[in-house]
């Protein structure tokens, strides 16, 4: 959510923040602006909607300067309008804003008391004219942030500009991420290492509680105590940060088609050279001591965990608790001491799902993260934190992470598997194989891209569309209805197939589509006699299967999609394609925007 970035560079700095925010597009915005300081002057331009709109702006109305800081906002309090976008100013000062302040309206009585008025509908403004305040007392631009910080409550990344201070930028942190770049006598601030990517792959990233005074040559950090501290810099893999569609239309659709690739790569990273073993970083984690798991998560992530309760209760035998981070949180469940809790996390960042982390980090036996951003908080703040290595992941509805996180959790599940006895080296060297076997049938899924299309194309006038699927394919059917709604806006809802006759059939005429997942297994009849139900109510079914599957299923639906045949164990990773490109094409049917889609972001760091 939003964008952060702040240059001290040595040119001029307005095409550069511009460069730096398009690459902070995928975390989803829907304002943008820039604020600079030349020959000691503050200015700033914002516009609203896409960053094309603040690059019109700014070849009629320029700015010049080395020095600036820029935001592409996800709108919280207030409208998405000039006036609310960021960079917001008060007097001598600027600040860009990622968070939520909680105790801004509070702030506002008191600052309104004081005599000054409000401009805009935001919480960020409050933040803006307390600093001002304070340095129309007299402080220094130092003291005044500190002041302010100690003033606010909730969640923020911030970035303080001044006029007539053309070397300083003061950053802070609390709850949501910030990174400081070096340069060579150039600094620089951003939301992540990808916006920073182009200038810099030398990254220092922020504590919680941290403010850090960033001048062209120096860093100074204090810690929430107050006390100087040092943060470790670190080189960042350029190859995980790039950003381009790669001569795809959509990053979307870029993302979908590397999943072979990025799948190989992260099955490769955990097995030994023989292919016999799974092996996790620093080997300190055993299943045998552990006697039950907690799986926490949010929205895509939440259904892989959903998933990975299949594995780890049918092949290691494990309870398996699962919830969505935002709920976990406030329900502070009992933890305990024999608890492994895992937490599933494509940025690393997800506010609610960090939360859920620090509430379990002094009560469960091990915390163990499978992040994509190693360099997270949540990878950090982690016990034991897996990359899935999908790379860098930028349309907004996710997809290969996705994949990739299935891909890590049934490896650690079948790692629980053997060190808890359930099953022995040759079985587990026989499931290692058939993964690294599974990019070939993910590349026989993605030749059905056209056929999915014609399929979309029938599916996109549609009001609302069911899922249904039984065992390993409810939760992918939970996936494919919420990439759907996501990225087409088109209704839909998924169910346990044998949920239908439970209230769901009432939904069910000829306008209403239902998307059947059922690779042939041991429940495939059960759900062949839900899709008879639904035909039999004049229902279209788009019957996902392989061929077994197909041959079995008749003639009676609407549509039939044949995937190769894998382990049952992996069909949630393989049928994940089709309800991919399904959501891709309905959305590229609709003319919609695919990576971007309205409302969204793809980093959730605020509740």
């Given at each position: 959510?939003?964008?952060?970035?702040?240059?001290?560079?040595?040119?001029?700095?307005?095409?550069?923040?511009?460069?730096?925010?398009?690459?902070?597009?995928?975390r989803?915005?829907?304002?943008?602006?820039?604020?600079?300081?030349?020959?000691?002057?503050?200015?700033?331009?914002?516009?609203?909607?896409?960053l094309?709109?603040?690059?019109?702006?700014?070849?009629?109305?320029?700015?010049?300067?080395?020095s600036?800081?820029?935001?592409?906002?996800?709108?919280?309090?207030?409208?998405?309008?000039?006036?609310?976008?960021?960079?917001?100013?008060?007097?001598?000062?600027?600040?860009?804003?990622?968070?939520?302040?909680?105790?801004?309206?509070?702030?506002?009585?008191?600052?309104?008391?004081?005599?000054?008025e409000?401009?805009?509908?935001?919480?960020?403004?409050?933040?803006?004219?307390?600093?001002a305040?304070?340095?129309?007392?007299?402080?220094?631009?130092?003291?005044?942030?500190?002041r302010?910080?100690?003033?606010?409550?909730g969640?923020?990344?911030?970035?303080?500009?001044?006029?007539?201070?053309?070397?300083?930028?003061?950053?802070a942190?609390?709850?949501?991420?910030?990174?400081?770049?070096?340069?060579?006598?150039?600094?620089?601030?951003?939301?992540?290492?990808?916006?920073?990517?182009?200038?810099?792959?030398?990254?220092?990233?922020?504590?919680?509680?941290?403010?850090?005074?960033?001048?062209?040559?120096?860093?100074?950090?204090?810690?929430?105590?107050?006390?100087?501290?040092?943060?470790?810099?670190?080189?960042?893999?350029?190859?995980?940060?790039?950003?381009?569609?790669?001569?795809?239309?959509?990053?979307?659709?870029?993302?979908?088609?590397?999943?072979?690739?990025?799948?190989?790569?992260?099955?490769?990273?955990?097995?030994?050279?023989?292919?016999?073993?799974?092996?996790?970083?620093?080997?300190?984690?055993?299943?045998?001591?552990?006697?039950?798991?907690?799986?926490?998560?949010?929205g895509?992530?939440?259904?892989?965990?959903?998933?990975?309760?299949?594995?780890?209760?049918?092949?290691?035998?494990?309870?398996?608790?699962?919830?969505?981070?935002?709920?976990?949180?406030?329900?502070?469940?009992?933890?305990?001491?024999r608890?492994?809790?895992?937490?599933?996390s494509?940025?690393?960042?997800?506010?609610?799902?960090?939360?859920?982390?620090?509430?379990?980090?002094?009560?469960?036996?091990?915390?163990?993260?499978?992040?994509?951003?190693?360099?997270?908080?949540?990878?950090?703040?982690?016990?034991?934190?897996?990359?899935?290595?999908?790379?860098?992941?930028?349309?907004?509805?996710?997809?290969?992470?996705?994949?990739?996180?299935?891909?890590?959790?049934?490896?650690?599940?079948?790692?629980?598997?053997?060190?808890?006895?359930?099953?022995?080296?040759?079985?587990?060297?026989?499931?290692?194989?058939?993964?690294?076997?599974?990019?070939?049938a993910?590349?026989?899924?993605?030749?059905?891209?056209?056929?999915?299309?014609?399929?979309?194309?029938?599916?996109?006038?549609?009001?609302?569309?069911?899922?249904?699927?039984r065992?390993?394919?409810?939760?992918?059917?939970?996936?494919?209805?919420?990439?759907?709604?996501?990225?087409?806006?088109?209704?839909?809802?998924?169910?346990?197939?044998?949920?239908?006759?439970?209230?769901?059939?009432?939904?069910?005429?000829?306008?209403?589509?239902?998307?059947?997942?059922?690779?042939?297994?041991?429940?495939?009849?059960?759900?062949?006699?839900?899709?008879?139900?639904?035909?039999?109510?004049?229902?279209?079914?788009?019957?996902?299967?392989?061929?077994?599957?197909?041959?079995?299923?008749?003639?009676?639906?609407?549509?039939?999609?044949?995937?190769?045949?894998?382990?049952?164990?992996l069909?949630?990773?393989?049928?994940?394609?089709?309800?991919?490109?399904?959501?891709?094409?309905?959305?590229?049917?609709?003319?919609?925007?695919?990576?971007?889609?309205?409302?969204?972001?793809k980093?959730?760091?605020?509740?």
């Amino acid at each position: 959510m939003c964008g952060i970035v702040g240059v001290l560079g040595n040119h001029e700095v307005a095409p550069i923040l511009v460069e730096a925010l398009r690459r902070l597009e995928y975390r989803g915005y829907d304002s943008a602006g820039i604020a600079t300081v030349d020959e000691g002057h503050l200015d700033r331009r914002r516009a609203v909607g896409k960053l094309v709109n603040l690059s019109d702006l700014l070849v009629h109305q320029p700015l010049r300067g080395k020095s600036g800081i820029g935001h592409t906002r996800w709108a919280t309090h207030g409208a998405p309008t000039d006036r609310n976008a960021h960079p917001h100013q008060a007097g001598p000062v600027a600040v860009v804003h990622n968070g939520i302040i909680e105790n801004y309206r509070a702030l506002r009585k008191e600052l309104a008391a004081l005599g000054y008025e409000f401009a805009t509908e935001t919480d960020t403004e409050t933040i803006a004219l307390l600093t001002a305040h304070y340095v129309k007392e007299g402080m220094g631009h130092v003291e005044a942030v500190d002041r302010t910080l100690a003033k606010l409550e909730g969640a923020f990344a911030l970035v303080f500009l001044f006029e007539g201070d053309e070397d300083l930028l003061i950053a802070a942190r609390k709850g949501s991420p910030l990174a400081i770049g070096h340069g060579e006598g150039e600094m620089f601030v951003g939301s992540d290492a990808i916006a920073l990517a182009p200038m810099t792959d030398r990254i220092t990233y922020l504590e919680e509680g941290d403010r850090a005074v960033v001048t062209r040559n120096t860093l100074d950090i204090v810690d929430s105590q107050g006390q100087r501290v040092q943060r470790a810099e670190r080189r960042i893999r350029m190859e995980n940060t790039r950003v381009d569609k790669a001569g795809y239309k959509h990053f979307m659709a870029k993302e979908i088609f590397e999943q072979p690739t990025v799948i190989a790569e992260a099955v490769s990273h955990y097995l030994s050279p023989e292919g016999t073993e799974i092996r996790l970083p620093g080997e300190g984690l055993n299943f045998s001591g552990i006697d039950r798991i907690v799986m926490v998560a949010c929205g895509t992530a939440y259904y892989a965990c959903l998933t990975a309760k299949y594995w780890f209760e049918q092949l290691a035998r494990m309870p398996v608790e699962v919830d969505i981070a935002s709920e976990f949180r406030y329900r502070e469940p009992p933890i305990s001491e024999r608890t492994l809790a895992i937490f599933v996390s494509q940025s690393g960042e997800t506010a609610d799902t960090l939360a859920a982390l620090r509430y379990c980090s002094d009560k469960a036996q091990t915390i163990l993260s499978v992040v994509n951003v190693a360099e997270s908080s949540i990878a950090r703040e982690s016990d034991l934190a897996l990359p899935i290595h999908a790379g860098a992941e930028i349309g907004v509805a996710s997809t290969k992470a996705f994949t990739c996180q299935l891909t890590v959790l049934v490896l650690l599940a079948l790692r629980a598997a053997h060190d808890r006895g359930e099953i022995g080296a040759d079985e587990l060297t026989a499931k290692l194989s058939t993964m690294r076997a599974l990019p070939g049938a993910l590349n026989h899924a993605l030749d059905t891209s056209d056929q999915i299309a014609e399929m979309a194309r029938r599916i996109a006038p549609s009001r609302d569309v069911l899922f249904l699927g039984r065992g390993l394919m409810y939760p992918l059917a939970l996936e494919g209805a919420l990439k759907l709604k996501e990225i087409s806006y088109i209704h839909a809802e998924a169910y346990a197939s044998g949920e239908l006759k439970h209230g769901p059939i009432a939904l069910i005429d000829s306008k209403v589509p239902v998307v059947i997942m059922a690779p042939r297994d041991g429940l495939f009849d059960k759900t062949v006699s839900n899709m008879q139900e639904v035909v039999a109510r004049g229902g279209k079914v788009c019957l996902i299967t392989d061929a077994a599957g197909a041959g079995l299923a008749g003639d009676d639906s609407w549509d039939t999609l044949v995937l190769p045949d894998v382990d049952p164990l992996l069909t949630p990773i393989l049928y994940a394609i089709p309800a991919q490109l399904l959501a891709y094409h309905t959305a590229v049917a609709k003319g919609t925007d695919v990576d971007q889609p309205r409302n969204l972001a793809k980093s959730v760091t605020v509740e």
